[in-house]
C-alpha cells in the first residue's frame, strides 16, 4: 500500500530564510504527488502537484518541489518564507488505480515562522 | 477548477446526535470524497460517494455511522450518526475533476465539536 513520510513534525525558520519541506513516499508505480497547505481552522489549499514532465514544479505563493524518483522524495521549498507561511504542510500520493482516487496523507509538518 | 461550498462550517453538538453536512459544486464533477481529520492528525478517507448507488467506505468507516447521499452530480451529504467526542473532527468534502485525479479540491471543512 501507499504510503507518506513527513519526517518533521515541527519546523521553525526566521522570516526571510529559505525553507525545505521533506516528503518520502511508497507507491508501487509512478506517482502523482500533492503538496496541500492548512491555515489555521481553514480547509486546504493546493499549493502544486506532480503528475508527469518536468520534475520541477512551481506553485502558488513562490513555492516550488522537486520530484526525485531515485530517492522517492518530493520535497517542497520556499526561497524566502513570509510570515504567512506559517501554517500546516501536507504531502500527499494520489492512487489512481483502477477506479480509485484515494489520496494518502503524510502526518503533515507545521511551520513555524518568526519574526 | 471547481468550487466547493461546505456548510456547516462549524457547530457543536450533543452527544447522541446526528449532523449532516452538506457539499455543493458549481460543476458536475465525476467523483467526490469525504474526509476525516481528527485534532492534531492527518487527512483519512472516510468514503467515496458514489451518485445513484451507495457509497463506497474505507476499511473502519462503516454506514451505520456516517451514511452518505450523492443525488446528483453537484450535491453530497455527510450525516455523523449518534456522535461521541471521538467524533470531533474536521470533516472535508473533496472533488476531482479532470483526467487521473488531476483536479483534486477540498472544500473549507465542517469543524464538528461534540459535547
Known amino acids: 500500500a501507499q504510503s507518506v513520510t513527513q519526517p518533521d513534525i515541527h519546523i521553525t525558520v526566521s522570516e526571510g530564510a529559505s525553507l525545505e519541506l521533506r516528503c518520502n513516499y511508497s507507491?508501487?508505480?509512478?506517482?502523482?504527488l500533492f503538496w496541500y497547505v492548512q491555515s489555521p481552522g481553514q480547509g486546504l489549499q493546493l499549493l502544486l502537484k506532480?503528475?508527469?514532465?518536468?520534475?520541477l514544479v512551481q506553485g502558488i505563493k513562490g513555492f516550488e518541489a522537486e520530484f526525485k524518483r531515485s530517492q522517492s522524495s518530493f520535497n517542497l521549498r520556499k526561497p524566502s518564507v513570509h510570515w504567512s507561511d506559517a501554517a500546516e504542510y501536507f504531502c500527499?500520493?494520489?492512487?489512481?488505480?483502477?477506479?480509485?482516487?484515494?489520496?494518502?496523507f503524510g502526518k503533515g509538518t507545521l511551520l513555524t515562522v518568526n519574526p | 477548477s471547481a468550487v466547493i461550498s461546505q456548510k456547516p462550517s462549524r457547530d457543536i453538538c450533543q452527544r447522541g446526535t446526528s449532523l449532516t453536512i452538506q457539499c455543493q459544486v458549481d460543476?458536475?464533477?465525476?467523483?467526490m470524497f469525504w474526509y476525516r481529520q481528527q485534532p492534531g492528525q492527518s487527512l483519512t478517507l472516510i468514503a467515496t460517494?458514489?451518485?445513484?448507488?451507495?457509497?463506497?467506505?474505507e476499511s473502519g468507516f462503516v454506514i451505520d455511522k456516517f451514511p452518505i447521499s450523492r443525488p446528483n452530480l453537484t450535491f453530497s451529504t455527510l450525516t455523523v450518526s449518534n456522535m461521541s467526542p471521538e467524533d470531533s473532527s474536521i470533516y472535508l468534502c473533496?472533488?476531482?475533476?479532470?483526467?487521473?485525479?488531476?483536479?483534486?479540491?477540498f472544500g473549507s471543512g465542517t469543524r464538528l465539536t461534540v459535547v
Open positions: 473533496s472533488v476531482v475533476f479532470g483526467e487521473y485525479g488531476y483536479g483534486y479540491t
Open positions: 507507491y508501487g508505480a509512478t506517482p502523482y
Open positions: 506532480y503528475f508527469s514532465g518536468d520534475t
Open positions: 500527499a500520493v494520489l492512487n489512481s488505480g483502477g477506479s480509485n482516487y484515494k489520496l494518502t
Open positions: 460543476s458536475q464533477v465525476t467523483m
Open positions: 460517494a458514489n451518485q445513484g448507488s451507495e457509497a463506497t467506505y
